[in-house]
């Protein structure tokens, strides 16, 4: 995997420097051609020619002095690179790329490079929770850029928490990941439906529920990331899609449903997280109502079961849905992925602790059409979307782009 890979390892100044010694020797060994450049803190730690003996490259450490023979410019670097790694990266670097400073050669190839980068975050327990410094990781990460969380553990200033350079195996582990993710995703497209739907009474006023549209933007955002062409259909939500990800705004089921089955065909995996409101009213009043007798009826009917369809005119595509569920999750979800004909489907009991609607977590079951059940405790929506399309990408390559004779 990683034989040829051209991976440029930007090295900050910071005692686990030390340990990207060791990291660039594994990467190395592994066939890699490693590029390493260095900030000027960097070297207060260890010289350029450690770098440069180990990964048989020149070292670039100065803006102005790049060697001849890179075309003399930081964007050859930048372009070269097939992955870019920063380990170990510091308060100051992760600030200074999130806020879009590029003042010197690092930073400026960072700047420049189309490549995935990746961070390996190492400092004090207090800086890593200081608030700037957490805002400054979350817009990387919206911008897709990839992290390596820290140790707990005791740091080289004496103090104990969350902040040390992880071990290396677990680096080069998740690199792997990053990388042979992109492999198994790059090119492949993928639809997402996400948040809730509105569905009218009057001109001011409409039946919805609590979808914040997170656990979709999540899915769509890992999915973006790892090179897949994504498109979301989203209901009314207060968040933003990242660079990169086809967005179509949508207000109703009706508008949702029309959506999909404009474009379905495209796409080899469609995910349904979406929170569709079941019943609309029958006619939309064009007026306010008023408010005249002490009762109210509404008239409703129902919407279109927008995965329902898509089951009937399933051809070669892998369809994964949600189900939220406030009692027997199990058995209902079992049910739903029959009935709907879903590949796979997510359960979440919504009235779990952390789980459901709104928050930034979620406590979900996985069911494939083999029965096969994965339970994920109370986790991110984030970390809970890369197990989701980790197992909807193995299902789609065993049904659909590698099934079995
Ligand atoms: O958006 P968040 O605040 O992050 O919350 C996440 C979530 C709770 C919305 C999400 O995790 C979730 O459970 N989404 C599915 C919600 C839902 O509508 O479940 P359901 O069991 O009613 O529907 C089953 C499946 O059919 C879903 O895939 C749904 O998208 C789909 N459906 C439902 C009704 C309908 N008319 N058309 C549909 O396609």
Redesign the pocket.
């Known amino acids: 995997m990683f034989k040829n890979l051209n991976i440029v390892v930007g090295v900050t100044g910071g005692i686990a420097v030390f340990k990207a010694v060791s990291l660039v020797s594994e990467l190395v060994k592994k066939g890699a051609n490693v590029y390493v450049i260095m900030t000027k803190n960097a070297q207060e730690f260890v010289t350029p020619l450690t770098f440069k003996s180990i990964s048989n490259n020149d070292v670039v450490v100065d803006m102005f002095e790049s060697p001849d023979n890179w075309d003399n410019k930081h964007i050859s670097l930048a372009q070269k690179a097939d992955i870019m790694i920063i380990a170990p990266a510091t308060f100051n670097i992760i600030g200074k790329v999130a806020t879009g400073i590029a003042d010197d050669f690092l930073t400026t190839t960072i700047a420049a490079t189309k490549s995935k980068v990746v961070f390996v975050p190492a400092m004090n327990d207090n800086m890593y929770e200081n608030k700037i410094f957490i805002r400054n990781t979350n817009i990387l990460k919206k911008n897709s850029y990839y992290f390596i969380d820290p140790e707990i553990g005791r740091m080289a200033c004496g103090t104990f928490g969350k902040g040390r350079y992880p071990k290396n195996e677990k680096i080069i582990q998740k690199l792997t990941e990053i990388i042979s993710y992109n492999e198994r995703f790059k090119g492949l497209n993928i639809l997402i ?5 509105k569905e009218y009474i009057d001109p001011v006023r409409y039946i919805s ?10 899915i769509a955002n890992i999915a973006n990331r790892c090179g897949a062409n994504v498109k979301l259909i989203s209901g009314p ?1 207060n968040i933003n899609a990242e660079v990169g990800i086809e967005l179509v705004n949508v207000i109703s ?1 009706n508008d ?2 029309s959506e ?1 089955f404009k474009s379905y065909k495209n796409f080899d995996i469609i ?8 019943y609309k009213m029958e006619n939309i009043s064009n007026i306010k109502i008023k408010k005249e007798n002490e009762k109210m009826t509404l008239n409703l009917i ?9 089951g009937s005119s399933k051809d070669k595509f892998l369809l ?6 406030t009692n027997n999750l199990i058995e ?2 079992k049910l ?1 992925l029959k009935k ?1 004909k ?1 590949d796979m ?4 009991d ?1 009235t779990k602790e952390g ?5 930034d977590t ?1 406590v ?1 079951t996985i069911i494939d059409c083999y029965d096969n059940l994965y339970n994920i405790e109370k986790s991110s ?1 984030e970390y809970i979307a890369e197990k989701i399309l980790n197992n909807a990408i193995t299902l789609y390559d065993k049904l659909y782009r590698n099934p079995r004779k």
């Open positions: 439906t996400a948040g809730p739907t529920n609590r979808s914040s549209g997170k656990m979709g933007y999540s939500v089921a949702m449903n999909v995910i349904m997280v979406a929170a569709v409101v079941d129902k919407n279109p079961d927008i995965s329902m369809n898509l994964v849905g949600f189900c939220a569920e209902n979800a739903k709907k879903f489907i997510v359960a979440n919504v789980a459901g609607f709104e928050g979620n979900v929506k």
